[in-house]
């Protein structure tokens, strides 16, 4: 399986901006669809953003359209979420995870990083 470590989160002011970044060692990443999902504390795993192996598909949640970009660099073996305009409300620990799979089920991703903690202050 491929190994996956997310790095990027922080601390930020409502209206700033973040990237993550989603490394892989272990397998090459361009075997893989990623996607990025986040948790909030007391609620589930909500879906983010996924992109497809080849970087030519991607799907965000509504509550981040136009907002966010997904991205990827297979030569880098890195996916990156670019987070704009930051609310509050987008205060979660986020994860990205690999899947042979293109759809936004959690349930189908096999691989999962440890995540990074984003706070969006008021």
């Known amino acids: 399986q491929v190994q996956l470590v997310e790095s990027g989160g922080g601390l930020v002011q409502a209206g700033g901006s973040l990237r993550l970044s989603c490394a892989a060692s272990?397998?090459?990443?361009?075997?893989?669809?990623i996607g990025w999902f986040r948790q909030a504390p007391g609620k589930e795993r909500d879906f983010v953003a996924r992109?497809?192996?080849?970087?030519?598909?991607?799907d965000y949640a509504d509550s981040v359209k136009g907002r966010f970009t997904i991205s990827r660099d297979n030569t880098k073996n890195t996916v990156y979420l670019q987070m704009n305009s930051l609310k509050p409300e987008d205060t979660a620990v986020y994860y990205c995870?690999?899947?042979?799979?293109?759809?936004?089920?959690?349930?189908?991703?096999?691989?999962w990083g440890q995540g990074t903690q984003v706070t969006v202050s008021s």
């Open positions: 992109i497809s192996w080849g970087g030519l598909n991607t």
């Open positions: 272990g397998r090459t990443l361009n075997r893989y669809n």
């Open positions: 995870a690999a899947t042979t799979l293109y759809n936004s089920d959690p349930e189908n991703y096999g691989s």
